[in-house]
C-alpha cells in the first residue's frame, strides 16, 4: 500500500501552480538561491525533552551556524503517514535537499518509499537500518552510545559506597542491552564488587513509572542512577531529590542535578551533520552508512558534574582515551547471565562492531531481567 | 547516604510509598468527576484538564515563584474548562461525553501548545512533609514524606461523603443527577446546579494536574499524564460514586501502580509487563467480580446518560 496520500499542502501547491503558471510556480516553491542547501529535519517528540530529540536539535542548531546552509525543523511527527507528509513538504515547499529523519520508525515504509519517489533528495535515518538493496539516496547514520555510558559507568563505579548502581531502562531491545552492558563492563573494570540493577519501565517516556522506578532503585539500596529512557529528566531529577549521584543520557542533564551529577553519555550529531552539509557542499556523494563512537567523535561525555570525584574524573578520562584509540570495551572472559560465556580468555569484539549491535542478552553482574 | 536492608519488604513498603505518591491526581479528578457525575453528566475531558492544570501549575509557578499559587492558578484554568463544557452540555441536543472527548483534545493540545517555553526551565516545587522523622529507615522516611495536596484530597473526600449525604447543596446534587423533573419541581436549575458542577469537577482536576507537574514526578514534560485523567474517570464507576470509595479506589491504583518497579528492584525480574499492567488487570478483575446483568449499577445516579 502506498503510504502516501494526497497531503493538503501538495493539494495547495498544485493549486498554486495551476492558479500562477509554471514558470512562477516553481519560483514560489524554490525560494533558496541555487547554491544554498536547505535541509529538512524531523522529530519524534519536543526538541527540547532533553534526551534524544534535543540531541538532534543542538547539532540542528550548530548546523544553522554553517554559511548557505538553511535547517528546516518539524517536532512531534508521529511514525506514522504524518512524517512522510511532513518530508514532502520538506522536500516540495522549503526544497530541502537533504532530509534527516530522526526515529526509528521513520524508515521503513515512509523513508524508503520517499526516496524512491524523489531520487534526487537524500535521506539520511538516525538508526542502523540501511541495507544493501535500499534506495542508494537512502542512508543510516549512529553513534556507539554504549562507548560513552562504559565512560560513565567507570565513573559511577568509583563513585558508589554501596556497590550498587541502579539502571532505569524502557524497553529491552539491542541498544537499551548493549548500553547497560557497556556501562557495567564500565563499573566492573573499576569496581567488581559492585553490581547494576535494572528497571525496565516497557515505555519510551512514561514520567509517573520511570519515578517509580527511580525511587524503588534507591529504597533497595542503589546509590548512583543512570538510565536510557526518551527524556531523563524525571530520572535525573528524583535521584538528585533522594540525595543520590547520577549519570545523564542522550543530551546535557547537568543542570537538573546541580550536586548529584557524575557525567553522562551524549551524542555529537553535529559531526555528522556538518559532515554531510560538507560533502553535499562539495558535490561529493552520501555515504549511505556510517556509525561511530569516540573514534569517529559522533558520541561525548557531559563535561563532569559536582558529583563527579577526583578520582573517577581521572579514571575516565584515561578510559575515553583508550577507548578513543580503539581499543576494545568488549575483552573476555565476559559471561552472559546464565553463566554461559561470551567471550572466553583472550577474545573480545571489536568496538561498534554488528555483534555488538545485535546484542539480545544481558551479560553477569546486571540484576534484572529482558523478559 | 547510608541504606538500610530491608529485603523482601521493600515491595510492600514500596507499593504503600506507591500508593501515596500516585494516587493524588487520582484522588482529585475522581473527587472532581464524582461530584459533575453525581450531579447528572460526564466530563470525560478531565484528562486534558489535567494536562492544562499541569502545565498551568508549573508555567505560574516558574513566573511566581509560589508553588502554591501555581496550584490555584491550576485549579481556575480548570474551572474555566469545567465551566465550558458546563455552558456547552446547557445547549440543547448536546451530548456530554462528545464534548467531553473534545475538551479533553482541547485541553492536552493547548497545554503542549503554551507549555513548550516551560519544558526546559525548573520551576519551585511544593514542599512535603516529613512525617517519617520517627523512623532510622531511610525507605520508610521517604515513604512518609507526604505531599500536603494528599492530605487535602482525604480531608475533601470526607467532607464530600459527608455532604453528599447530610447538606442541603448535597442534596441538591444528588437530586438533580437522580431525577431532573424533580430538581425542576423543587424550583432548582438543572442546568445551573450542573453548570456549577462541574465547574468545580474542573478546579479539582487542574489541582490534580499541578500536583503532577509540582510534587510528583514533579517536572512539566508532553508525556506527563499518560492518561491517568482517563483512569479517574474509570475509578469512579469503580468507586460507584463514594467519594470515600474513591480514595481507597486511589490508593489502591497508585499501591499497583508502584508494583511493577518494586518487583524488579527485589528481584523479581521476570514478567515485567505483566506487573507493570497490574492497574488495567485490577480494574478488568474488579468491574467482572462486581457487574451482574440482573441489576444496574449500584449507587449510579440516574440522570447520567451512560445508565439512562
Known sequence: ?371 | MIETELGWLTVPLAMLAGAIRVSTPFLFVSLGECLTEKSGRINLGLEGTLVFGAMTGYATSYHTGSPWLGVLAAGIAGSLFGALHGFICKLPKVNDIAIGIALMLFGTGLAFFFGKPYIQPQAPRLPSIGLGSWSDVPQIRSALDINPLFLVGIVLAIALWWAFKNTRWGLIVRMTGDSAPAARAMGYSVDLVRFLATTAGGFLAGVGGAFLSLSYPGAWTEGLSSGQGLMAVALVIFARWNPLACFGAALLFGAAGALGPALQSVGITQGYYFFNAAPYLLTLFIMIASVSPKRSLKGAPGELSITK
Open chain 1, 1 to 371: 500500500m502506498s503510504a502516501f496520500t494526497l497531503s493538503r499542502r501538495s493539494l495547495l501547491k498544485s493549486a498554486a501552480i495551476g492558479a500562477l503558471g509554471a514558470t512562477s510556480g516553481i519560483s514560489l516553491i524554490r525560494p533558496a538561491r541555487a547554491e544554498s542547501l536547505t535541509i529538512g529535519i524531523v522529530y519524534v517528540g519536543p526538541r527540547d525533552d532533553f534526551g534524544w530529540n534535543q540531541a538532534h536539535a543542538v547539532a540542528a542548531a550548530a548546523l544553522k551556524q554553517v554559511p548557505d546552509v538553511t535547517v528546516v525543523e518539524e517536532e512531534n511527527v508521529p511514525e506514522t503517514a504524518a512524517c512522510a507528509q511532513s518530508m514532502e513538504s520538506m522536500i516540495s515547499l522549503d526544497g530541502a535537499k537533504l532530509i534527516f529523519a530522526t526515529s526509528f520508525g521513520y524508515y521503513s515504509p515512509f523513508v524508503v518509499d520517499l526516496a524512491k519517489k524523489y531520487p534526487e533528495v537524500q535521506f539520511r535515518h538516525a538508526a542502523p537500518l540501511w541495507k544493501e538493496g535500499d534506495p542508494v539516496n537512502a542512508g543510516s547514520y549512529f553513534g556507539q552510545l554504549d562507548q560513552a555510558h562504559y565512560i560513565d559507568g567507570i565513573a559511577a563505579g568509583l563513585s558508589t559506597k554501596s556497590n550498587k548502581i541502579g539502571f532505569v531502562a524502557a524497553k529491552p531491545i539491542g541498544t537499551v542491552l548493549l548500553n547497560i552492558n557497556s556501562f557495567t563492563l564500565g563499573v566492573k573494570k573499576v569496581n567488581p564488587a559492585a553490581t547494576v540493577q535494572v528497571i525496565f519501565t516497557g515505555e519510551w517516556s512514561m514520567p509517573v513509572r520511570e519515578a517509580e522506578a527511580a525511587n524503588a532503585l534507591v529504597d533497595a539500596g542503589c546509590d548512583v542512577l543512570t538510565c536510557h529512557v526518551d527524556g531523563p529528566k524525571v530520572v535525573i531529577e528524583t535521584a538528585e531529590g533522594r540525595g543520590v549521584k547520577s549519570c545523564g543520557h542522550n543530551a546535557s542533564q547537568a543542570p537538573l542535578a546541580p550536586k548529584g551529577f557524575i557525567t553522562g553519555a551524549e551524542y555529537k550529531w553535529e559531526t555528522i551533520y556538518k559532515d554531510y552539509a560538507a560533502k553535499l557542499a562539495k558535490g561529493e556523494a552520501l555515504p549511505n552508512f556510517i556509525g561511530g563512537g569516540f573514534d569517529k567523535d559522533f558520541v561525548q561525555n557531559t563535561p563532569y558534574g559536582a558529583g563527579a570525584t577526583p578520582e573517577a574524573i581521572a579514571a575516565a578520562d584515561a578510559a575515553r582515551a583508550e577507548v578513543k584509540a580503539g581499543k576494545p570495551i568488549f575483552v573476555g572472559p565476559i559471561k552472559k547471565q546464565d553463566g554461559s560465556v561470551l567471550l572466553g580468555e583472550g577474545q573480545s569484539f571489536v568496538n561498534s562492531s554488528a555483534e555488538l549491535n545485535a546484542t539480545d542478552y544481558l551479560i553477569e553482574g546486571v540484576i534484572g531481567s529482558i523478559t
